[in-house]
């Protein structure tokens, strides 16, 4: 079965998933590093990065999952780049010439362009569609296996709004914000969709998987 | 030395620390019993109504915590009683002949009235202050030992802006309460201030604790 999954999301304890002010430079704007930490201090963010060491804990084990199993990913334009990326016709995104995700990749935008392969197995792919539209086309992509759901925060709440979320990993990190994108916002009640466990880390923060009830 | 303290204060997963709609019948408006619910299944709470039975394990362990070494606490005019009360001069409060406070309790209202002497230690003064003033009174009442800050939502919110907290209890349950009264507004930064430790418990909620930092 294929799943919809949000994997490592990180908000703040008042609940906000990046800060306010966000440009190339700062794209949590005020918030920095400070949601990611952990993440970055994790063995599977260093192996990546092709650095040694690194904690093995339950931080650790939650960053393995972000891409076992993941046939495509999701993302709002927000994610793909600074605001105004659509303006420049040569901008290939602010992931690099290889970019992390290594699966077909579904951009939503205002401002659909022809798709762009990558290397390492990326193809971007620019639509302009509400969420169950784009998890058609991600899901045929996918080709059997799951649809991450990448963010920004708006889109998070978008697929938790339209009901499309099968499983969500978020992580509270415990720092106030004050101010930026809250992710929560018009979610009365969706506890009710999903069966929902905590698990605290030494690092500080707090692990959260939604999944669906009777899934 | 004389600590001020929150015990057991708990909060939605999206930071309201009541529902919308509060009154006589529905204290915390709209979210029911569901933010204590955790509470009311530990071997402390169900003694103190004298049931038997009730979980010991790390919920019943922070329930414990609420009373000793407690000298004096300071309310909010809501949480002494429903809107309304002070037109009342006969009122004696929510809490029934024998309150659970059995110390000095200071409420903070703007319709101060005399002191009124209740069974088993409770004695509730009413005063119209600010919120250091209002620990100065409690923390002389106090005798030495810890001013516990009881709450509601804005006497909370007030008395960590003012910087007044030395440790926190707080308790995260995984419902969103989508609106009410917001415990984190106009806090940014308050991490800086204090050491933080999560647990999370099986029985959904997570334990947070702030302690100040340096003390």
Not at 60 to 87: N, R, T, Y
Not at 95 to 123: C, D, K, Q, V, Y
Not at 142 to 152: L, M, N, P, S, Y
Not at 190 to 199: G, M, T
Request: charged share 20%; net charge negative.
């Amino acid at each position: 079965m294929s799943l919809t999954r949000v994997q490592s999301f990180c908000v703040s304890l008042d609940g906000y998933g990046t800060g306010e002010g966000q440009s190339h430079e700062a794209p949590f704007g005020h918030a920095g590093d400070r949601l990611h930490e952990w993440m970055f201090a994790t063995r599977r963010w260093r192996e990546t990065g092709g650095q040694p060491g690194g904690n093995g804990g339950v931080d650790d084990a939650f960053v393995q999952l972000h891409d076992p199993g993941v046939g495509a990913e999701i993302m709002g334009a927000g994610k793909f780049g600074h605001p105004g990326w659509h303006e420049d016709p040569e901008w290939k995104g602010a992931w690099g010439p290889n970019p992390p995700f290594h699966t077909p990749t579904f951009i939503l935008t205002h401002h659909p362009r022809a798709s762009i392969e990558m290397e390492g197995g990326t193809t971007y792919h620019f639509i302009d569609a509400s969420p169950a539209e784009a998890l058609d086309m991600a899901r045929e992509a996918a080709d059997g296996k799951d649809v991450r759901i990448g963010g920004g925060v708006t889109v998070i709440r978008d697929f938790l709004a339209a009901g499309l979320i099968d499983h969500m990993h978020l992580v509270v990190v415990p720092i106030l914000l004050g101010r930026g994108v809250r992710l929560w916002d018009g979610l009365e009640g969706l506890e009710e969709n999903y069966e929902i466990e905590s698990v605290s880390s030494p690092s500080g923060v707090t692990h959260m998987t939604f999944t669906r009830a009777g899934l």
